[in-house]
């Protein structure tokens, strides 16, 4: 059933801080530095133009105590300005075009409308954006437990343009797109599990949850249909996806890549993981490659080719689809998201966020 979900809107006062930063070299290849020491827990991160009036993107990061954050590349070192102070946790966050009309990418975040993640209660979804040098922050939409998902892109062939999507504990995906002059929301389920992360792609969302089922949902003419593509024996956490293809992460420390060739369990860490992109971060590499962080503090690059020739030592044969890791970057504390994107000066990156509470971005030498 569609609802529509009222704009109300309040503006949030600017707090610019100096941003400082720490640089380490991590291997021959990359180089890390911290954007931002925030001093609690970190769920999530993403990037986008944030800020139309400054040049390229910036990072988005949502805390344990409720906290929003714009941080910004200047010169060579970090901007930082806090967006809000939310009476809930946030969890997870997105840069997308939700509201075509205003200036770069909004950000999405998502999480419990008041207290901590522990404590139950109601799921909230905000939007965020920033107008004439003021940041402003609208209640999207509220469920009856924690927001744990969040993805945009083009899902509902009756509409023109990108939906939001958001899942969590509730057992329910919402479809919502922007309306006249209000969003206009959609929902469907059950899930078999607690929505962990979700993501766009073949041909529609992608939902991992946490019963170990990777579901996709799909717009059909008769509705919304579910379809459970696999059932692993552990709980899935973050997941990306392609029009062919999609990468999840689990607790067990194994990345699942899902293709045309079936799946490939990847194991990498023996502590859960919390990231999974795609993107091509190796230039020496043919097309792209996969990225993951986890709760053993590590980041980490995956490279895919083809065996040449046999190993028998290995147990190789030729063909065999081969793994390759290089790690890239390191915290001292569980990382608990990993994004991906381009920063000003820097090139295509990588950025982490966990339990330390530094923002950390890796980027290659080359």
Known sequence: MSTSVPRSLFAVPLLLLGGCQSTS???????????????????????GDLDAAHPGQEIGVVAGDGRVYCLRRESRGWAQEEVVHLPGEQIQCLACDLFPNLPGDELVTVGVAVGSEGDGGAGVAWVHWKEAGQWHSERALTDTALFHAVAFGDVDPRHAGS?????????RVHVLRKGEGELVSESFGPLPGNAKGAAIGLGGVVLACDDGSLCAMRRADSGWQLEIL?????????????????????????????????????????EALRGAVFGDFDPLLPGEELATVGYDGFVRVLGLRDALEDDPSRGIRSGDRVVQEV????????????????????????????????????????
């Open 25 to 47: 070299k991590v291997n021959s290849g990359w180089w890390q530095e911290s954007a931002a020491d925030l001093g609690t827990k970190l769920g999530g991160c993403t990037l």
């Open 230 to 270: 696999e059932r692993f024996p552990t709980a899935l956490a973050r997941v990306s996806a392609r029009r062919d293809r999609a990468l999840v992460s689990a607790n067990d420390g194994r990345l699942r890549l899902i293709d045309a060739a079936g799946v490939q369990a990847i194991p990498v860490s023996s």
């Open 327 to 366: 790690q890239v970057g390191r915290d001292d504390d569980r990382l608990h998201h990993l994004a991906s994107g381009s920063l000003a000066g820097l090139g295509r990156c990588l950025v982490a966020c966990g339990y330390s509470g530094r923002v950390l971005v890796m980027s290659r030498l080359d």
């Open 163 to 171: 939906e939001l999507i958001l899942a969590g504990f509730s057992g």
